[in-house]
């Protein structure tokens, strides 16, 4: 991913922030020539047994997903395939009114992480049960209820053979936190006011984000 170096997330826990409070990811591999490039969106946690530490460009940890195994993006995964998944955080439309200036053009300020890495599908059941409750529960805890999924994990068993699980070994990470940094101070405040003042959370969750650059 091409990153001005103006747009570089200011230490990697921005890319951490990404990954874990927008956790739908777009799962891509080059496929092959008949098939060309393959894309999945599908949700994305941190294996809980990796115990190490987010290192920089998370190079290393370990992250765990799943997919329907009926989708031949499945099929045509091997492991050791070099994949690459994209997460998407709060991004918004900037309007030219915005800027009380002119010449002026409109442009799109977005957050984005890219996470290069090699892929390992899990075939034992057990292995692949674990990677379903590994996710209810860390979604359950930050976006649920606290479901309790202890009557329902009999049932999680009989559809297990239609879950394709899968770990992904991190080799490096790029954020683009894109935040009308070029733009001179009292540009970049009426954007920042203006996405603050909006009614649909993605603008005012970009607002959050600007608060927080140095």
Not at 147 to 158: A, I, L, P
Not at 181 to 194: D, G, K, L, T
Request: hydrophobic share 35%; aromatic share 10%.
């Amino acid at each position: 991913m091409f990153v001005p170096h103006q747009y570089r997330e200011p230490d990697r826990s921005w890319m951490v922030d990404v990954i874990t409070r927008y956790p739908l990811a777009l799962l891509t591999v080059n496929g092959t020539a008949d098939q060309g490039p393959l894309a999945t969106h599908l949700p994305i946690i941190r294996d809980p047994q990796w115990t190490g530490e987010w290192a920089d460009g998370l190079s290393g940890a370990l992250l765990l997903g799943h997919m329907n195994a009926q989708n031949p993006h499945w099929s045509a995964l091997r492991n050791g395939d070099p994949v690459l998944l994209v997460f998407t955080g709060p991004h918004a439309y900037v309007s030219p009114t915005v800027y009380q200036t002119t010449p002026a053009a409109p442009t799109w300020d977005f957050t984005s992480v890219h996470v290069h890495g090699t892929i390992e599908k899990i075939d034992s059941p057990e292995q692949t049960l674990e990677v379903v409750t590994h996710t209810v529960r860390e979604f359950e805890g930050t976006f649920g209820a606290d479901w309790d999924m202890s009557e329902s994990v009999d049932y999680f068993r009989k559809i297990l053979p239609g879950v394709g699980a899968f770990r992904v070994t991190v080799s490096q990470a790029e954020g683009m936190f894109k935040l009308s940094q070029e733009q001179q101070p009292e540009i970049s405040n009426r954007v920042h006011e203006s996405f603050a003042r909006s009614q649909c959370s993605r603008h005012r969750e970009t607002a959050r984000l600007m608060d927080q650059l140095p």
